[in-house]
C-alpha cells in the first residue's frame, strides 16, 4: 500500500473494506480471512499466498524428512512375548 502512494483510506474505500479493517490487518492483530485475501487480489498478490501453501499431496511430516535428506520409513513393531497368566495360588 505504501509502496503504491496509498492511505489507508484510500485502500479502504478501493477494496470495500472498513478503514478499521485495514488498519488491524496492518498492525498484525486477528483479522477475518476474507480481509486478507481481498487485499491480496487487490494488490496481484495470489501467486505469492498460492507459493506460500504447502503441496496438499504429502503430509507435512513428509516434507520435513524430504528437506532433512531422510528417508521414509515404516513403524515396526515389537513383538512382546506373552507369558501365560497365573493367579498366583496355582503352583
Given at each position: 500500500?505504501?509502496?503504491?502512494?496509498m492511505?489507508?483510506?484510500?485502500?479502504?474505500?478501493?477494496?470495500?473494506?472498513s478503514?478499521r479493517?485495514?488498519s488491524?490487518?496492518?498492525?498484525?492483530?486477528?483479522?477475518?480471512?476474507?480481509?486478507?485475501?481481498?487485499?491480496?487480489?487487490?494488490?496481484?498478490l495470489?501467486?505469492a499466498?498460492?507459493?506460500?501453501?504447502?503441496?496438499?499431496?504429502?503430509?507435512?511430516?513428509?516434507?520435513?524428512?524430504?528437506?532433512?535428506?531422510?528417508?521414509?520409513?515404516?513403524?515396526?513393531?515389537?513383538?512382546?512375548?506373552?507369558?501365560?497368566?497365573?493367579?498366583?495360588?496355582?503352583?
Open positions: 500500500r505504501i509502496l503504491s502512494s492511505t489507508q483510506q484510500d485502500l479502504a474505500e478501493k477494496t470495500g473494506l478503514l479493517s485495514i488491524n490487518l496492518e498492525s498484525g492483530k486477528d483479522v477475518q480471512a476474507s480481509t486478507l485475501i481481498t487485499v491480496i487480489e487487490y494488490f496481484g495470489e501467486a499466498l498460492l507459493s506460500a501453501i504447502p503441496n496438499s499431496d504429502e503430509r507435512p511430516s513428509v516434507q520435513v524428512m524430504k528437506a532433512k535428506g531422510q528417508a521414509k520409513q515404516r513403524v515396526r513393531k515389537t513383538h512382546v512375548k506373552r507369558t501365560t497368566f497365573k493367579w498366583g495360588d496355582e503352583a
